[in-house]
């Protein structure tokens, strides 16, 4: 891992936290981004009969001081969208979050059961970004509402066996209730999600989450401002410079579709791996050394589970 600038301790008055969002659409991302951020800025599938299929970013200083740059993505995991799609915007939202990722919110629903996909979230976020991302990954339940109804606590939904995604979150995990107009509910559990934040930046001595991919993103973003810099400095005809600043871009854009084009072998590989995981009764034929036949049945098993989810 390539790490960030760090803080001297506190809120500095110019550290702004990014928080990347992730899961399946419908999920509840862009509301959980409302939520933090104190209005609705990100449009939900709730809303609108589109839902987001661009990065999208806002800051925001919270009640209790944190600054914060909530980054909004499309179901980067939804097997409806392809590897190339993903990838472009993987890069892209990158480079929205100056500064390195504080942390990843990973988003899943309290309304249904978890996907095998959703399991797999967090094996595709290692193969993307290295096995140390998991330790900034927090875990949002949405559907807190329902929940509540049925007068049920996030422990007693999880079941007896925590799920692998939450232990390997080293169970990081807050309930949501983005329907709530309860003021106090809504300022409750934002600052119990920041207070998670608070301690992974506090864990990692201020540092953000950095790997080479995005070192390579900004050296070349501050390529690109310093040749448009040079070039604005010198007396060259207005039409000349802006031809420039276009074969520059290009230059620019062609970096990050190389960029995008290694994380979409990436994000390939960890889904073919998934894929290649076994989903049913396997069995393979063989003999002893008398020449009698014998059959060796493999039934798939999910990673052994073990203890209650405790919430921090």
């Known amino acids: 891992m390539n790490k960030g600038g760090a803080e001297q301790g506190g809120h500095s008055s110019k550290q702004v936290e990014n928080i990347v969002l992730v899961g399946r659409t419908g999920n509840g991302k862009s509301a959980t981004g409302n939520s933090l951020i104190g209005k609705r800025v990100f449009v939900s599938k709730a809303h609108a009969s589109g839902v987001t299929t661009k990065c999208q970013t806002h800051e925001a200083v919270t009640k209790d001081g944190h600054r914060i740059n909530v980054i909004d993505t499309p179901g980067l995991f939804d097997i409806a969208l392809s590897a190339e799609f993903i990838s472009k915007e993987i890069v892209r939202c990158l480079t929205l979050a100056e500064g390195g990722i504080h942390a990843v919110i990973l988003v899943l629903s309290a309304r249904t059961r978890m996907t095998q996909e959703e399991e797999s979230t967090l094996s595709t976020l290692q193969a993307l970004f290295g096995s140390q991302i998991l330790a900034y990954v927090i875990v949002v339940f949405t559907g807190g509402d329902v929940l509540k109804e049925n007068n049920e606590t996030l422990e007693e939904y999880l079941g007896r066996d ?5 232990k390997l979150s080293g169970n990081r995990m807050v309930l949501f209730n ?12 934002v600052h119990k999600l920041l207070s998670l934040v608070d301690k992974i930046r506090k864990t990692h001595h201020g540092e953000a989450y950095t790997d080479d991919m995005y070192h390579e993103i900004k050296a070349e973003q501050h390529k690109l401002r310093k040749q448009h ?13 802006s031809l420039m600043k276009d074969k520059l871009q290009a230059s620019y854009q ?8 290694t994380m979409e072998k990436k994000l390939k590989t960890a889904l073919e791996e998934q894929d290649n995981m076994p989903s049913a009764l396997s069995a393979t034929v063989g003999f002893l050394p008398d020449g009698m036949p014998t059959v060796s049945v493999s039934v798939p098993m999910k990673p052994l589970r073990g203890g209650h989810c405790s919430i921090l």
């Not at 983005?178 to 559990?189: F, L, M, P, S, W």
């Not at 062609?254 to 084009?261: I, L, P, V």
Request: charged fraction near 40%; glycine fraction near 2%.
């Open 178 to 189: 983005n329907r709530t107009h309860d003021e106090g509910k809504k300022a409750e559990q």
């Open 162 to 166: 925590c799920p692998e995604v939450i």
């Open 229 to 241: 810099e040079e070039l604005e400095s010198k007396n060259h005809p207005a039409d000349l410079v």
């Open 254 to 261: 062609e970096k990050m579709d190389q960029m995008s084009s």
